[in-house]
RNA sequence: GCCGAUGUAGCUCAGGGGUAGAGCGUUUCCUUGGUAAGGAAAAGGUCAGGGGUUCAAUUCCCCUCAUUGGCUCCA
């Protein structure tokens, strides 16, 4: 008999008949992890569990502990939820139904039917029935003609567009119980794996992703082998809702939306203002410290300033729409760039003068899609840290990496560790309708680029046709508490606007020669940038970020008077100090600080009058004792320290 | 912009064809207390806005606005 030799994950090496399957391997070791396994990994291939070996190889197991056991179960999951489907409405059009970081969804076209909430139990029961059923998932290749012929006798329309870009040969079909669909699979061996199902939410989806497209009804759900762990999911979704930051922001009145004032313009509330001012006093010294000089822009402008830039017939849908004075259109500015290259232009520049790095919170105005706004993640008004540097072609590999570096300041100084730096490049097929028509100078600018981020020895990825219509650039990619991706900032490089702007300087050679221009803003806006740092702190803000930095609580009105002496002398050393002078018992009051979340509670009664000091309580619980008032205040003022 | 859901007091929510309720918060009074909720009373709502059906609409229907889960988009 022909042996294959399988090597496990530990290194071992076993031989096994020709034609053996991971599922063989397993019930070799032992039966409990031959219940357990959901799919297998040859040679870094993801198969069934049925898969025939016939060659040497490498093989893991995979069971639910295993991100790919997990997509695979998913996967079948969504095959079960549309054999579901299909049992419960009969006619029902499907498109694909993929795994995702957490669960499963499957497209669908329920025709006139309308697929509620409501339906929901319905269908989680007959997933239930129909998964205790055991049905094996069986694999089957077929040709292309008879894939067609299947769907087409079945009608199903989206099947058959997906046949189209599939290749004779590969194509496959799986099958568990009366359910029959294209897929590449793997899957896992049986639905009896299928335990606890919980359907979570529709919505309409485009299909193919393409909003000119029929759009279809997505179902999200989520499935375990055990009930625990779907509670235990149900209560991690629980956790990431307390951190929200729309629930942050309202609970801790950092920011309002009113209809009067328009959707996606936030009003900041006093804590909010706080929490501005910190961070700005922050940046502010970090650009100082960097070369930078501050400018300062209107927050308007004419139509030709926009069509010099070139923006306007790239981006003229997402910027409000122009009002007209005198006869001629003003736009609000969606992006701070041309105002500055304005700046740059007024005075004549030589080459000693560069680089020119000129910085300003500016506040732009874009109109976003209604349905594209999201808290203060997504908002219509927003206050840039924006800057841009000027340098000629020497300078700019330094000038790049100095950007670079003030991201990773920042993000040490805001303990962000999970990021991911993403060079868009353009896509040569767009120039001139995406992108600006200089295929040289792109080519020139990403390896640039390439070259800066290799040295550094960051971490990125490279994607493709995500570039700014100007240039290359560097999204940086960060993960919210609760999971939540976002592109905080962006660093991009623009060799088209200095032309445009005929920007120069004097070089050397007594030439007028085009400066490079630097785009960036490492601390993003105030809006998205706060967003995420309340979520990212779960609302307990460090001290320097923290509104209310302190509040003084008097154990009875006794004690009031000595409360805001300590507010006054705190005050006047630049802390953010408050005093709660309810009536209230000295647990009630704490427990309101405690919900605030603010960082300090100073206790102060008979005792802390009488030597002029405070009983300090940080957030939390820990109780730091008495203290001299000036030592208390020297310990903020280090702790807030920029 | 598109598909779906939602909109009742400052907040979190209950209610339901006969013009409204709770808890928390707020104000006042009592209480003057030592590390996560003391007591009482009061104020507070055109039930998002507009239209329709009805003797009667906050409730049912339609439209608009806003929020929201997604899709598309993001200089």
């Known amino acids: 008999m022909n042996l294959v030799t399988i090597t496990l994950p530990d290194g071992a090496q076993r031989e096994y008949p020709v034609g053996c399957t991971p599922m063989d391997v397993a019930l070799s070791i032992s039966e409990g992890l031959a219940r357990n396994v959901l799919a297998a990994k ?120 997906l046949l189209k ?53 997505r179902i999200y759900a989520i499935t375990f082998p055990k009930k625990s762990e779907l509670d235990a999911h149900l209560e991690m979704l629980e956790e990431a809702k307390k951190r929200d930051h729309r629930k942050l922001g309202k609970e801790l009145e950092i920011y309002t939306f009113d209809d009067d004032v328009g959707p996606g313009l936030p009003l900041w509330l006093p804590n909010g203002g706080a929490m501005i001012e910190a961070l700005e006093s ?34 003229k849908d997402s910027m409000y729409p122009p009002m007209e004075i005198d006869g001629v259109n003003y736009y609000l500015k969606a992006m701070n760039c041309p105002h500055h290259h304005k700046i740059f232009a007024a005075t004549p520049k030589s080459y000693r003068d560069l680089p020119i790095r000129l910085a300003e919170y500016g506040t732009c105005y874009r109109y976003e899609q209604s349905g594209e706004l999201f808290g203060l993640m997504r908002v219509r008004s927003l206050q840039m840290n924006d800057a841009h540097i000027y ?36 896509d040569p097929a767009r120039l001139g309708e995406k992108y600006i028509d200089m295929p040289e100078l792109w080519i020139k600018t990403e390896a640039m680029v390439r070259k800066v981020l290799d040295k550094m020895g960051v971490n990125y990825v490279e994607v493709e046709d995500e570039a700014a219509f100007y240039g290359p650039k560097i999204d940086i990619q960060v993960y919210s508490a609760i999971g939540r991706e976002f592109t905080l900032a962006t660093n991009q490089v623009d060799f088209a606007q200095a032309e445009r702007f005929d920007l120069f300087f004097i070089n050397e050679k007594n030439e007028k020669e085009r400066p490079i221009i630097i785009h960036r803003a490492p601390l ?78 100073l206790i102060v009664g008979e005792k802390e009058a009488e030597a002029n000091s405070v009983s300090v309580r940080m957030h939390g619980g820990t109780d730091l004792g008495l203290m001299e008032l000036q030592q208390f205040a020297d310990r903020i003022i280090d702790e807030a320290k920029l």
């Not at 795994?99 to 007959?126: N, R, W």
């Not at 300078?395 to 040490?412: G, I, R, S, T």
């Not at 803000?541 to 705190?570: C, H, M, N, T």
């Open 165 to 217: 870009d599939l290749e004779d040969g590969s194509i496959t079909f799986y099958q568990q119980g009366n359910f029959t669909d294209l897929c590449r699979g793997p899957h896992i061996p049986h639905t009896g794996h299928i335990k606890s199902i919980k359907i979570l939410s529709t919505a309409g989806a485009y299909w193919r992703g393409d909003e000119k497209n029929k759009q279809l009804t």
């Open 42 to 161: 040859v040679d870094d291939k993801v198969v069934d569990a049925s898969f025939e070996i016939t060659q040497n190889s490498n093989l893991s197991l995979l069971t639910w502990n295993d991100t790919d056991g997990k997509q695979t179960y998913w996967h079948s999951s969504a095959h079960l939820l549309a054999e579901a489907l299909e049992a419960l409405f009969p006619g029902v059009k499907l498109g694909i139904g993929p795994p995702i970081q957490y669960g499963f969804y499957y497209d669908v076209d329920f025709g006139d039917y309308k697929f509620t909430d409501a339906d929901f139990d319905k269908l989680e029961s007959k997933m239930r029935e129909l998964a205790k059923t055991n049905s094996a998932f069986v694999r089957q290749e077929v040709s292309k003609s008879d894939a067609i012929t299947y769907f087409e006798e079945k009608g199903d329309p989206y099947k058959l567009d």
């Open 282 to 315: 922050y940046a502010k010294k970090v650009e100082r410290e960097g070369g930078y000089e501050r400018v300062k822009s209107p927050h308007i402008a004419r139509e030709s300033m926009y069509l010099k830039s070139g923006h306007l017939p790239y981006y």
């Open 524 to 601: 993003s806006t105030h809006e998205r940038f706060i967003g995420f740092l309340l979520e990212h702190y779960a609302g307990r803000l460090p001290v320097w970020l923290a509104p209310k930095q302190v509040i003084v609580l008097p154990i009875s009105d006794k004690y009031a008077a000595y409360g805001d002496e300590v507010v006054k002398f705190l005050k006047k050393h630049d802390i953010r100090a408050s005093i709660d002078h309810r009536s209230e018992k000295a647990g009630k009051k704490i427990r309101d600080a405690e919900v605030s979340k603010t960082p300090y509670m």
């Open 391 to 426: 340098c000629t072609e020497a300078q700019f590999e330094e000038e790049f990496q100095n950007v670079n570096a003030l991201y990773l300041k920042h993000f040490e100084k805001f303990g962000i560790e999970k990021y991911v730096m993403r060079f868009s490049k353009h």
